[in-house]
């Protein structure tokens, strides 16, 4: 309806208003439209008179109509995605130059165009309303009249003759196909809700992916709409089975993401703390070999500069010498693979932020509370230990002349810390550790990237935090938890293969890098003396007048 | 002796009254004729060639408006669909094109033909007329300008325009301009005009329009007459309608066909006038008309119709004023 609208618009020279007037002729007086319906599938819509004042086939007219690809409750219900959406005009460049808009591209969760698999892009222009009893679907008018007619460059191609898409048959078969995937998915998950009474729970960041894993999970995947979901490809890996109650299932089935990201923070904790090495335990130490291996040297150099850089660390010194510790400067460390190191580092890191959480440990402690005991009592236990608080200083545990840092103020902080949470136990804690597994693949594979990039974001200047940030939520895996006759089970799609990367091992013969690191550390080294006694001077100058310090730093 | 309440569907005098006044108006049927024939030929040909207008003119009341609404509905059977649009052109002292253009989407039954300045109604007849043409095998769209002769070089000029917009989009614009016989001096004026780009584009073709000429034609004509239905879902031939006994038995308008003739032949050597005989469609439809009411009351299996029944029905159509009139206009 928005690209009838749009040219009927342009054709007659009538302002959008004059067409939602038009429009609303046709509809029963009293009328009251949901945002996500099509004009055309209201009810009482005289769609044979709409036709005849177009002068178009009813055929035409019909096929506006999104009753056909609109989702199933159980569909939305699982994949958490919604229908429909008009709220914003996506479409695909090639289409829209030659004047075609499908009410297809409105899916929110479809990431290519079903006829060119071309990316769909979101249009800045806002939609509004054009009339308060119109459809949702109006609401594009104008946006598609702006993106068609208001730059007269688009409208001319579409004039021309050479159409793409003017082959009707072509685009009613590709729609087809992709409607008939649809509505086959929502078929098999209410086959499955009949037979088994509980529908899988999909629990992943892409709404696109958690769409793909449903479809996959059931068994309707079609090559054609995987490809339109995702530019990469998901893998669903060995499902895994676990033994529980039926009761013990229903309350892992109702466990939300914000609680499971919880529930993978304590077991990392408790893990640590217990000195357990399940798999994926042995994958993080895996990682963390692999990317030592053939750096120490690198490690060595950066472990001088640190010393340097701590002993400007007084107060008020400026933000940018605390370099080469800040994450966002590949550009600052003498090899690339420390600052790779460096974002692992605080990736795993227990106690403050974690990854998988966002929490950090006296959050999770504060937190522990809101868990209701009756319900978990057999998925959760409470746990008190001691955690290693050094277990995540990988640069630090591997320098080899490993010297105590100088304590700048105050008592040194202890190594160890008092954890007191609850942690998943018995089958949860084996989903848990799946869970895990999955993650720190993801996590591989971002670090990997992060680092194939990192002269490209030393180049533009962006913040290599905030690009490991939207890698980390690309790769991250999707989960469908669903039940069965002995217990739970586990798919995990896997948008990464399980195995190591090939990381560019530094290695010992590549005498280059190393030479390299070597004058780059001495450059940046006599940089930060420079700096250091700079800021000494200013500091024994201005350090009477401070009132509130009362403690010089110990040199 | 025969009851006359037993006779099977005559019609009253208010149904026939109204059959009269329909066929008339020339909202009955549409009757193919020796002309329309012609003009269809050359209409269809000059669409396959490719030309984008033609002249049609001739005397009044021969029938023109009628022809041609036949020869347009004819033509889908012949080249597939052929959009047109049937304007009646206004005559005005001072050619307006907001007017003209809003008169123009008036007539095509435009929802949007009165807003927006002239400009906007020109472009949305051009879609208009674009979006038909598209859709056409011959990719035209036909404009059939009736009483063309009141279209002034302001006129033509637009319509050149609209006629070069359509061009651009691979479409043709076809301006079937009929009217009076002084539509063929317009196409002299125009020449002497220094307008020739107008007269090359919509004037080439032309054509004179002409009645019934030939006893022959006539009864070709009578026959179309026979044959036809009406009303017709009902199964009911026309004639029908006036004498059902009479048709029953086997009566036909051909029957007459010479006796008609003959009466039209000599009203016209009457009037003084040279040459064969013209029968404008109008006097013989009215002719028709007459004779098949007077014969109501005269219903009989074995129907006779007099002459002089004839002899009236030509004298109440009017066709001994208008060979008056005639005769004037070539003094």
């Not at chain 1, 070999?289 to 053939?294: E, M, P, V």
């Not at chain 1, 003396?529 to 201005?542: I, P, S």
């Not at chain 2, 039209?264 to 013989?284: C, S």
């Amino acid at each position: 309806m928005a690209s009838l609208g749009a040219k009927y618009c342009h054709l007659n020279r009538v302002s959008i208003k004059v067409f939602g007037e038009v429009l609303a002729e046709f509809l029963p007086p009293d009328v009251s439209t949901p945002e996500s319906t099509c004009t055309v599938d209201t009810v009482g819509f005289n769609i044979s008179g709409f036709s005849k004042m177009l002068d178009e086939p009813l055929a035409l007219i019909r096929s506006q109509s999104a009753r056909q690809i609109s989702l199933g409750a159980t569909f939305q219900e699982v994949c958490l995605v919604g229908n429909v959406s008009f709220n914003e005009l996506r479409s695909c460049p090639e289409c829209l130059a030659d004047g075609y808009h499908s009410t297809l591209h409105q899916l929110s969760w479809l990431k290519k165009c079903f006829l060119h698999s071309l990316p769909l892009v979101e249009h800045r222009i806002r939609p509004k309303s054009i009339h308060r009893h119109l459809s949702g679907d109006t609401k594009l008018i104008g946006a598609l009249y702006q993106s068609w007619f208001g730059t007269e460059r688009v409208w001319h191609e579409a004039y021309s003759s050479t159409w793409t898409v003017s082959n009707n048959t072509s685009i009613y078969q590709s729609a087809k196909n992709l409607v008939k995937q649809i509505s086959a998915t929502e078929s098999a998950l209410i086959e499955i809700q009949r037979h088994h009474d509980q529908l899988p729970r999909v629990i992943g960041n892409s709404a696109s992916a958690r769409v793909m894993m449903t479809m996959k999970s059931v068994n309707t995947p079609n090559k054609k709409v995987i490809e339109l979901l995702m530019p990469v490809n998901c893998s669903i890996k060995r499902t895994h089975y676990f033994q529980c109650t039926t009761e013990q299932a229903n309350t892992i089935l109702q466990l939300d993401k914000y609680y499971l990201s919880v529930l993978m923070h304590a077991r990392q904790l408790m893990c640590n703390s217990l000195q357990l090495t399940p798999l994926w335990k042995q994958t993080l130490k895996g990682l963390e070999k692999k990317l030592i291996n053939g750096h120490e040297k690198c490690l060595r150099h950066f472990q001088k500069l640190h010393l340097v850089g701590m002993l400007i660390r007084v107060p008020g010194a400026p933000y940018d010498l605390r370099a080469p510790f800040d994450l966002s400067l590949f550009s600052k460390v003498p090899c690339k693979r420390l600052a790779t190191i460096r974002c692992l580092e605080e990736m795993i890191d227990i106690e403050q932020l974690n990854q998988a959480s966002g929490l950090s440990l006296s959050d999770i402690s504060f937190r522990q509370n809101t868990w209701d005991q009756a319900e978990f009592s057999d998925l959760i236990s409470q746990y008190s230990g001691f955690i290693s608080r050094n277990e995540n200083r990988i640069i630090h545990m591997h320098s080899e002349n490993n010297e105590v840092e100088p304590v700048l103020q105050g008592q040194p902080d202890p190594d160890r810390r008092l954890v007191n949470i609850y942690v998943p136990s018995g089958p949860l804690a084996q989903i848990i550790d799946e869970m895990l597994l999955s993650y720190i693949w993801s996590w591989t594979w971002a670090l990997f990237s992060v680092e194939m990039q990192s002269n490209l974001l030393v180049d533009s200047g962006a913040d290599p935090k905030k690009f490991l940030a939207k890698e980390l939520e690309k790769l991250s895996p999707i989960f469908a938890i669903q039940k069965n006759s002995t217990g739970l089970m586990l798919r995990i799609g896997s948008l990464v293969p399980y195995r190591h990367p090939s990381w560019k091992a530094g290695s010992k013969m590549d005498s280059t890098h190393i030479l390299e690191v070597e004058h780059k550390t001495k450059m940046m080294g006599a940089f930060f003396q420079a700096r250091l006694a700079k800021v000494k001077e200013e500091y024994e100058r201005y350090l009477p007048r401070l009132p509130w310090i009362d403690q010089r730093p110990s040199k | 002796m025969e009851i006359r309440t037993s006779i099977p569907n005559e019609p009253s005098l208010i149904e026939r009254t109204k059959i009269s006044t329909r066929v008339m108006a020339g909202r009955a049927f549409l009757i193919k004729t020796p002309p329309c024939t012609t003009y269809l030929k050359n209409m269809t040909s000059w669409l396959m060639t490719g030309s984008h207008g033609a002249l049609i003119y001739g005397r009044p009341r021969l029938g023109k408006t009628s022809a041609t609404r036949w020869v347009l509905k004819m033509l889908p059977n012949v080249l597939g669909n052929v959009p047109s649009l049937e304007v009646p052109v206004r005559g005005q002292k001072i050619a307006s094109e907001r007017a003209f253009f809003q008169h123009m989407l008036r007539c095509a039954r435009h929802r949007h033909a009165m807003g927006g300045s002239a400009g906007d109604k020109r472009d949305r007849l051009t879609e208009w007329l674009v979006s038909r043409a598209m859709r056409s095998p011959v990719n035209a769209v036909v404009i059939f300008f009736d009483e063309a002769q009141l279209l002034t070089d302001g006129h033509y000029d637009w319509l050149l325009n609209i006629s070069n917009e359509l061009d651009a989009r691979g479409c043709r614009l076809f301006c079937l301009l009929v009217g009076q016989s002084e539509l063929a001096g317009v196409k002299t004026k125009l020449i002497d005009g220094g307008k020739e780009q107008i007269v090359g584009r919509f004037m080439v073709r032309e054509m004179e329009f002409s009645g019934i000429n030939s006893e022959k034609d006539l009864a070709n004509c009578f026959k179309e007459f026979d044959q036809t239905f009406y009303p017709l879902e009902s199964k009911i031939l026309f004639s029908e309608n006036f004498v059902p006994k009479a048709v029953k038995n086997g009566f036909t308008l051909q029957k007459i066909c010479p006796g008609v003739w003959a009466e039209f032949r000599n009203k016209w050597i009457d009037a003084g006038l040279e040459q064969e005989p013209v029968i404008p469609m109008h006097y013989l439809t009215a002719t028709i008309i007459g004779i098949l009411n007077s014969l109501v009351s005269k219903d009989n299996y074995d129907l006779d119709v007099p002459q002089d029944l004839i002899q009236k029905s030509i004298a109440a159509s009017g066709y001994i004023e208008s060979l008056r009139a005639l005769k004037a206009s070539i003094r």
